[in-house]
């Protein structure tokens, strides 16, 4: 059986012509399988909302193709796609109750009117908003509307979700609570999912795979584990998470560090001897010992942040490179650390990632 | 709630009223008291050269309605009168059917032009009022009129033989008023779509509704109250309309306005006229009376 929601095939899309042309999508290749929680993720103007606008059909590729259930729907209008959309702001019909606009898309499909209201009913108590049915929208508080629109999304029960930042415009605590509630409502209805964000953390607690996109390009896809510790570049390692770069030369299967220490690193092939590559480490990765210890680089300790939890400790390689350790903060609240001591770093093998560029 | 909340609400509620004072005054007098004189004059005597003489009649009122026959006194239907008022009330409601249906699409163009172009296309529009009413009509006639534009253009590009009789029907008297009352309809009709927020559109395609359903369901309910103002705008003035059914609908073609002005004039009957006036007055009240209540049926109260 086939297992594929959604495919787009090097999808382009280009605005505007001439010099003026800004290319939003360029070549984007990407499926998403049956009942996953897919997740864009990328800075702002990375051509996320783009990429939704094509598969909703509110915008045509210029080049490529937009699969659904493995039919070719690139030319289809969003009228006859069976894909909703929770749009950033809400876009509730003002005009409508709550449960007239839960129950638009099914009155659209030209459903029984007995059916229309159950499953307007039955949305309703979905998204525990069964008291409102009769207010008008525009009385309704952010997480109410924004409750209001993901039923009405829902209600039509379609093959994939999209979700443009859906939770942007709410309060932290609200939008944790809103984040918990859409897992509990993607796993209830077993639809697809594709979500987009601009937070790394909405991103890695909530997705069952992660596509981190930038400037018009898909860079990477995996699971939020995947993600966050084998990214494949420079982009990804820096755009989740924090990383420490440090430049290295590949010498007989270990990278090779300015300093002279070598690291052991997994994944080479003998092709890449030699090389000049880009070593990436998480700031939690990295351990501090005495300096005098085996195996260790000694490094200068620059500068002490306290966060409360974490202990941001900047260090300075002996070749000028710098590296930011974090440190769980003692209950004493002193790392036994000052500036200007010398220690010893240690990265752990499966804790250096080398990247491609 | 303080005493000093109270004593600045009461302070702010009498500024309220110092401020409507003058434009109460005027109202009284400059509307309320010509209407009352005229409710009076409707219920007087015909003078022999005009004017009226103090003797209380109902002869106007019943003349609205009925003729009496000069030779066995009985009363009969007045045919003419209900012709004119039925023509009034038909031309007046086309004409606001055919702005609608103009100003619609020009309105929703103007609203989705980029904002600098949109204050260049809106005052295209309200070129017509910046000429004399009667000369615009005048033009109108110009083009419309047998050994007009129109006509002799379509005779040279040979799709007529002889003219088409446009001038003195009714078709002129609409042609007239849509003109001139366009504008009317197309500025409230622009203020609603202005405010209509376009991704709503998409909303509505992406819940499956088709554009015909997407204008059914969405965009009219919406800018509802702009249709319903741009309706009173053209729909009042048309059923008063004077000018434009005496130049382009001649003699025949008589409207409400024109009848009464008639009582007024060349006919010496100022209690009719009076009548007439009031009873267009009325018209005019039930019809708005009847509009707005189908209107604001099941729409929302802030648009
Ligand atoms: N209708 C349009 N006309 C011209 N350029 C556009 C249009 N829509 C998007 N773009 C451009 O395409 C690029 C991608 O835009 P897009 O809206 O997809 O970004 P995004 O990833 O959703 O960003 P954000 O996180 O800010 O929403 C941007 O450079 C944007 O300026
Ligand atoms: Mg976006």
């Known amino acids: ?357 | 709630m303080s005493a000093a909340e109270d004593a600045v609400r009461a302070a702010n509620t009498r500024n309220a009223w110092a401020l409507v004072t003058p434009a109460l005054i005027l109202l009284t007098f400059a509307a309320s008291g010509p209407l009352l004189i005229v409710l009076v004059y409707s219920f007087l005597t015909p003078g022999q050269y005009g004017n009226v003489e103090w003797i209380f009649s109902l002869d106007a009122w019943i003349g609205i309605l009925f003729t009496k026959d000069i030779f066995d006194e009985t009363y009969k239907l007045a045919d003419a009168h209900l012709t004119i008022f039925w023509r009034s009330v038909k031309l007046s409601f086309l004409t606001t059917v055919i702005t609608f249906a103009i100003g619609f699409p020009t309105a929703w163009f103007i609203a989705t032009r980029p904002p600098r172009s949109r204050a260049l296309w809106l005052f295209l529009i309200t070129i017509p009022f910046w000429t004399n009413l009667l000369i615009r009509t005048f033009a109108i006639n110009e083009v419309i009129r047998n050994e007009g534009l129109l006509n002799t253009f379509l005779i040279w590009l040979g799709v007529i033989e002889r003219p088409i009789q446009i001038v003195y029907t009714d078709v002129a008297v609409l042609i007239g008023m849509a003109y001139v009352y366009l504008p009317l309809m197309v500025l409230p009709l622009f203020a609603a779509i202005d405010r209509f927020d376009m991704r709503l559109l998409e909303a509505g395609y992406d819940l499956y509704a088709s554009r015909w359903r997407v204008l059914r369901r969405v965009i009219l309910p919406i800018v509802k109250p702009g249709i319903v103002a741009g309706s009173i705008l053209v729909f009042v003035p048309s059923l008063g309309a004077y000018v434009t059914p005496r130049v382009l609908g001649g003699g025949k073609n008589m409207m409400i306005g024109n009848f009464i002005e008639l009582q007024f004039g060349q006919a010496r009957n100022w209690p009719l006229g009076a009548a007439l006036s009031m009873t267009l007055l009325m018209i005019v009240m039930v019809a708005l009376l009847f509009y707005v209540r189908a209107a604001s049926k099941g729409s929302n109260p802030h648009g």
């Open chain 1, 1 to 357: 059986m086939n297992d594929i929601a959604v495919e787009a095939r090097n999808a382009v899309k280009t605005f505007g012509q001439g010099d003026h042309a800004v290319r939003a999508l360029d070549d984007v290749s990407v499926t998403i399988r049956k009942g996953e929680f897919f997740t864009l993720l990328g800075p702002s103007g990375c051509g996320k909302t783009t990429l939704l606008r094509l598969i909703a059909g509110f915008e045509m590729p210029t080049g490529g193709q937009i699969l659904l259930d493995g039919a070719d729907i690139t030319d289809l209008p969003p009228n006859k796609r069976p894909v909703n959309t929770v749009f950033q702001s809400y876009a509730l019909f003002p005009h409508l109750t709550v449960a007239e606009n839960v129950g638009f898309g099914l009155e659209m499909l030209n459903r029984p009117k007995a059916e229309v209201r159950q499953t307007t009913e039955r949305m309703l108590a979905l998204v525990k908003l069964e008291a409102l049915a009769g207010r008008k929208t525009s009385q309704l508080s952010g997480g109410q509307q924004q409750r209001v629109a993901l039923a009405r999304a829902l209600a039509p029960q379609p093959k994939v979700l999209l979700l443009d930042e859906p939770l942007s415009a709410l309060d932290l605590k609200l939008r944790k609570e809103m984040q918990t509630e859409l897992k509990r409502l993607q796993h209830e209805t077993g639809i697809t999912f594709i979500f987009v964000t601009h937070d790394q953390e909405e991103a890695l607690t909530m997705s069952d795979r992660i596509g981190v996109m930038s400037a018009g390009k898909i860079q990477q896809i995996g699971s939020p584990r995947d993600i966050y510790t084998r990214p494949v570049n420079r982009f990804v390692a820096s755009f989740i998470g924090e990383s420490n770069f440090l430049p290295a030369t590949i010498v007989q299967g270990a990278a090779r560090l300015g300093s002279g220490h070598s690291l052991a690193v997994e994944g080479l092939t003998p092709v890449d001897e030699g090389r000049k590559v880009t070593l990436a480490v998480r700031p939690e990765q990295v351990r501090l010992t005495a300096e005098d210890e085996a195996d260790t680089i000694r490094a200068t300790v620059r500068d002490l942040v306290y966060f409360g939890t974490d202990t941001h400790c900047h260090l300075m390689l002996s070749d000028g490179e710098e590296v930011v350790a974090r440190l769980q903060s003692p209950a004493s609240g002193d790392a036994g650390l000052s500036e200007g001591q010398i220690v010893g770093l240690r990265l752990a093998p499966g804790a250096v990632q080398v990247l491609g560029d």
